[in-house]
């Protein structure tokens, strides 16, 4: 399908044509800082893929600072959909390649020289700088081990859309990659399994929903990571919403999405009978750090920090007391080489205070560097941190008083999973989701499912009974 939208323009014309297109960069600017430079030479990465015919990233390869816009434009999905469909084809993204180094390199030395080749210059050092790394890094065997994405072409012609989601769609690449490289929402690397079925059930809430353009419903923080690392794999994002009846677009404008937030959370329960579990869908998370828009060699001098060795030198635990006014002190074992995030999640886990929520200070600083060890910000055994609570951000959903609300709605960490009284008054949150049909488009019973003007290729069945809830899932990923 995506083949007969792509003109068939020759190359090096298309090339060209890259490099004098508008290609929507605006918001992804406002978002990142970019400087125009960075884009500039972003775009002539593109032309350059398209010059070479590099559809399946695997002749050339960007710098970090380049690959950091391109997986902001691919997030954006409607954007980069747009632009990729007035080429001779969709370059696809491969974020498996990240775990091959020698290939990578391999592929960046090329890159380098069709540059030059095709303009006549030397790439901008600080833009097209490789990976500032100065020795080897063991990386960890991937798990679930590689190999082809196992979601099947042809689907059994009884197949509904909620039966793909939940029994034929496979996310083990998704899960590998979580494991891999795990986003700064996901604070152990046991809830990965969980977290992707959780995904697997947000999807199935769009697809219900009929949102296909990111306006009616939101996930939580964790959820919102993984879709984003489902988004960067663009050809099984794409391999996925060729068995839904639209693409699910991913929409990364920075906005107050409480409200949706709520309304999800109505359509779990509706859906799945049952609270969204708190572990994955708590609303209020350590949001990730804004990366740097250029990345900058070592010198010849300079050094990785331990944390950033395969296996760091081994050192003396510290034992750090966590003073915080109006409640028990604590006192938690770090290794020195441990961050000021990875101290936060411990608290996190001590006391159920989110990240987000916590302002740390030692020695009378504030500890805003939350990728700086323990050791370089001067700590030592027996360390005195203070915890204060930060503003809440806009759209939190605070726990509302124990008399306003039923006893299970709110957590002992704290987080409500009911309306916040403001959605209370919107005569739409008054009445069930699938009542509401007309605002969705979503059929209810009685009637088929799934709907009759949905095309799953290569032809969904209904069942009879309207939309039943999803069967118990074979597996978490």
């Not at 083949?3 to 298309?14: G, L």
């Not at 209370?424 to 488009?441: K, N, Y």
């Amino acid at each position: 399908m995506m083949a007969s939208m792509f003109s068939a323009a020759p190359r090096h014309d298309a090339a060209t044509m890259v490099l004098d297109m508008a290609l929507g960069l605006d918001p992804i600017a406002a978002r990142t800082g970019a400087s125009g430079f960075l884009l500039r030479e972003y775009q002539r990465f593109l032309a350059l893929k398209v010059l070479h015919h590099d559809n399946n990233a695997l002749l050339l390869s960007p710098s970090p600072a380049i690959d950091f816009i391109w997986h902001a434009h691919i997030l954006d999905t409607k954007v980069y959909v747009a632009m990729c469909a007035s080429l001779p084809f969709f370059i696809h993204h491969d974020p498996a390649g990240a775990l091959d180094p020698a290939s990578r390199a391999h592929r960046r030395a090329a890159t380098l020289a069709t540059y030059r080749a095709r303009f006549a210059e030397e790439p901008m050092a600080n833009i097209w700088a490789v990976d500032p790394t100065t020795e080897p890094v063991a990386a960890p065997a991937p798990f679930p081990p590689p190999g082809q994405n196992r979601t099947p072409d042809v689907l059994p012609v009884t197949t509904t859309v909620l039966d793909f989601l939940d029994r034929h769609l496979d996310l083990a690449p998704l899960a590998a990659g979580l494991y891999r490289f795990p986003p700064p929402e996901l604070p152990s690397l046991t809830l990965v399994p969980h977290a992707v079925r959780e995904y697997r059930r947000f999807i199935a809430l769009k697809v219900l929903a009929g949102d296909a353009d990111d306006t009616l419903l939101a996930p939580s923080p964790l959820v919102a990571a993984v879709w984003a690392a489902h988004v960067l794999d663009t050809r099984a994002y794409a391999g996925m919403c060729s068995h839904l009846p639209f693409f699910i677009h991913h929409d990364p404008t920075p906005r107050d999405r409480s409200v949706e937030v709520a309304l999800t959370v109505d359509m779990y329960q509706a859906q799945f009978g049952t609270d969204p579990p708190l572990a994955i869908w708590a609303p209020h998370a350590d949001p990730p750090l804004p990366l740097s828009p250029v990345s900058l060699p070592l010198s010849p001098a300079s050094q990785p920090r331990d944390r950033d060795r395969p296996f760091g030198p081994s050192a003396a635990k510290l034992r750090i007391h966590v003073a915080s006014p109006g409640a028990p002190a604590l006192d938690v074992v770090m290794d020195p080489t441990t961050t000021v995030r990875d101290l936060m999640w411990q608290i996190y886990r001590e006391r159920a205070v989110s990240p987000a929520a916590q302002r740390l200070t030692y020695l009378g600083r504030k500890l805003d560097g939350l990728e700086w060890t323990l050791s370089e910000c001067g700590m030592e055994s027996g360390a005195t941190v203070v915890l204060r609570d930060a503003p809440r951000a806009p759209g939190f959903i605070a726990a509302p008083p124990a008399e306003g609300w039923p006893g299970s709605a709110t957590t002992m960490t704290g987080f409500a999973f009911q309306r916040p009284p403001a959605v209370h008054a919107s005569p739409f949150m008054q009445t069930s989701p699938f009542v509401q049909a007309s605002l969705f488009g979503v059929t209810t019973a009685p009637t088929t499912w799934p709907p009759v003007h949905w095309s799953l290729p290569p032809g969904g069945g209904g069942g009879g009974g309207g939309p039943a809830r999803l069967p118990p899932s074979q597996g978490f990923c």
